[in-house]
């Protein structure tokens, strides 16, 4: 193993790229504790509290992907986030509007357009959210008096500077992904997602050892050695399930028809055709938690005008551990699961390509039998897939209320971090292997091939 990490500094290009990589990574995290003026950092550090509802889920999923936590306000606080949203928007636009469609077929030119119109609404995602957070800053009273005024609290020369602050922030992290794809090793924007949550670590590990309690039985919030230990067990079990989910897959045989052209006979291989157990991704996760805001919410609007035991229940029920709250996050996570794989998973283009280029899956025609058996076929292994993205989602909470530790720390074994940490690791040693054995090097691994990374 130490050999195989000293061939990954003996080519001087992939020790360029991984350099450079660290190198962008290490401008986020410096601009990521640069505060925004104007804000009191110290009263909003104390201001901020936590009730575990619909909000903070959805909270937890925004900071996640802002690279740390709303209690303070920095020149990157929207984070990548827009661009992530301005992208998913156009991944189904794509699938519904004719007009995107034809782009996305125009291959290399019309992805460059969609890249651009992402780029346009990335900017306006990023006013409107920073809008909101300002507005939420003065509603707050974590602005400074001499910067409040009229308009939504605040003055409009400041009001107008911390947009321009907030959109310029996302706008340059947007484009330290793009070097990063460009000049670097690895998906640009998943490496910086990712950079944010394992920053969180130390704060996990500094916890767990400031509340280490080894002679007694721990209480609320402490830790002992069996409570360790679980977490560690707990820890490694979920991440080989979330390898082997994330590169499980379901090979579909396909047979390359014979075509005889003068005395020599082509074609005639078998292939598979690989379809992805977790084909949503974080995807469903990520809007399960979404919409879970809205139930809590609402409720509690209801409760305010008319307060009974039926609201107060339904209210209280939609909070984080609680049964409803986790029956209503997983049904939530098994609908998004089927609507993504809906929007993105095309049986019948695929069953076309097939026909175009000569294959068939044995024992079935081209064309619409294909496609019926491809949709089939999907539809079984989201069912397998959704169930394991549920239970993810569900253990930090189920963890965290059970053993009565924070979710700093219960986070790290399940939920949309764990799954983005695995799969951008994933792909990161997959690019580093590859780059190893194009030069004649062993495998990440050690072996003499590239690592299978894929489950049947």
Known sequence: MLSTFLNIFRIPELRNKLAFTFGMLAIYRIGYYVPMPGVDQVTMLAGRTRTGGGLDSLINTFELFTGGNLSQSTIFGLGIMPYISASIIFQILVTVIPVFEKLQQEGESGRRKIMEYTRYATVGLCLINAMVWMKYLAGSNFIYPV???????LSFNYMVMSLLMLTTGTMFLMWLGEQIDEYGIGNGVSLIIMAGIVARIPNAVLYVVSNLNIRGSAGAGQMDVPKILFLIVMFVAVVAGAILITQGQRRIPIQQAKQTRGRRVYGGQRHYLPLRVNHGGVMPIIFASSMLIFPGVIFGAIRNLWDNSLWRFLQESFHSGNYLYTMSEIAAIYFFAYFWTTVQFRPKEMANNLRDYGSFIPGLRPGKRTADYLEKVMGRITYVGAGFLALIAIIPNLVATSLQIPFIVSAFLGG???????????????RIEANLIMRNYKGFLGGDGMIKGAYT
Do not use: K
Request: glycine residues 14%.
């Open 147 to 153: 910067f409040t005024g009229s308009w939504i609290g």
């Open 416 to 430: 949309t971090g764990l799954l983005i940490t695995v799969s951008v690791t994933l792909d990161m040693v997959q």
